[in-house]
């Protein structure tokens, strides 16, 4: 007879509690960093997208699916504030996969602009994509260097994608008032240039793949201060509110819970230039955690998505 | 209405008719090789594991699956006479596993020996595992040196794995006479001293990932010549001949054909020292193609395992 206690799985944990367990345990050093730094500024990170978990092949194309698996990893090197150098790719496909839709994938993996340079492919019984990224950084922010007075700021409006997939969802990938919420969903920014320009100023930088709100609090805790967010000054994407409204949920929940904008988010001295294209939306203080404010100053509750929870 | 045409599926062109149809559209650079080798000398090697597709964990422990992530990456970089520096490691797991069997999937991978220096771990509906493992390199020998004249040696016995495969397929999880057998199967070798030693000495040098035949006919291809390998010379593991008749196979066809041993494939030049370890399997000559050779010298037709057909 097995008896469970609460914190015995991963959802009772969740992906923190569990990452906490493996570096106490000395099994993983800093695996919460966007990228992992190795000697000679090389930045290296990973990312695995699977049919049926992180997407479906009747909502996007073969094209898409292989810009979307580029640039989720060259979204990381931009929160590294590197140079991009190379892609490794390891593809499973089922043997009845059209070889054109193969072509179609790389392709996809083509337009997002650097180059694979190995790989693997073997044969699955569903689509997966794995792919590691490799580029070169001068200097990596990091999520701990947050201090009280610091600028937060992002490099672009937020929601588009939680909206996009929402709608897809909904069964409307060829409505064409979804369509640039669907595209912001499949097709991810690529903010490599201001990933470089906020290397140079930021105390704090990371990708926001997981939610402002979620996001907002790494930073917070490992920095060990407090970041308040105005509400009224998160950028929030054209057509959000609308299809936040279709779906019972406000704007804010579409734009700071919902995750994978790739936007990225730092912390920047209020002395330092800002890069072009940076929106302030808020400031660090001392304390800790991350709020959201309303326009009266009082806090809003916004829950991000953390994994296996 | 849509008609296809022969060589329109991944089926009919497999695995390395894909590669050649992405090389030669200019999508892919060299994704034949054990690992991309990049600037400085840096060698990088990705591979994924996907429950349901390459393990069930029913045959394999959470700490031996780890291990063997581990592994499987830990070999491209003995191919590629490479000393490791890190492993990255993205892991998505459904939320319901037990985090004991967390911690012991990264005490497996911890028991490979190279540092777990970054990743990411999300839930997924099953479990899968991507591992890239990094190291450097003073000299990748590749694939396509062999020169006529050259002796083809491995570095262990083979079949083991394909041997433990079987007898995981036939319920023998827990039989103690497959034990050995299993544990190849499920902890591969990893020959990083004599993958640095043939380095220094190999014209060719890859692993054996996907059966020696299939395998050799790679260094053939890739080298122009042809390897004739003496089937009396191919070293064969304890237990395989046995599992291969309970099965109605040969033993060459586990040793020779059915892959997944880990162990290197060198081609040395006949003057150069033979390091530690190595056994001489046969020789290259001018032509094409890998042949088995039976004791009267009577070519026998041993099929390796190419994905998608």
Redesign the interface.
Known sequence: MSRRRP???????G?L???A??ER?G?????E?D??L???G?V?????L?E???FQLDWISWRDLGYKAAAVNISDLAASAAEP??L???L?????????D??EL??G??EAGV????????????A?L?V?A?GHSVHVPGRGGARPGDLVVVTGPLGASGAGLLCLEAGRRDDPAAAALVRAHNRPPLRLAEGRALGAVATALMDISDGLATDAGHIARRSGCHLAIELARVPVADGVAEVAAGAGRTRWELACAFGEDYELLATVPPEAPLPPGCVVIGRCEAGQGAVFLDAAGREVVLHGWE???
């Open positions: 914190g015995d799985r991963l959802a009772d944990v992906e509690g569990l990452l367990e493996l345990r099994l993983t050093v800093d695996v960093h990228a992992a190795l000697s000679g090389l290296v990170t990973q990312d695995a699977v049926g978990v992180h150098e190379a490794i790719v390891s499973g496909l089922p043997p009845a996969t059209l070889v054109a193969v072509v790389y392709e993996i083509a180059p694979v340079r190995g790989g693997d492919t073997t044969s699955a019984d569903r997966y794995s590691t490799l994994h296996f929870r």
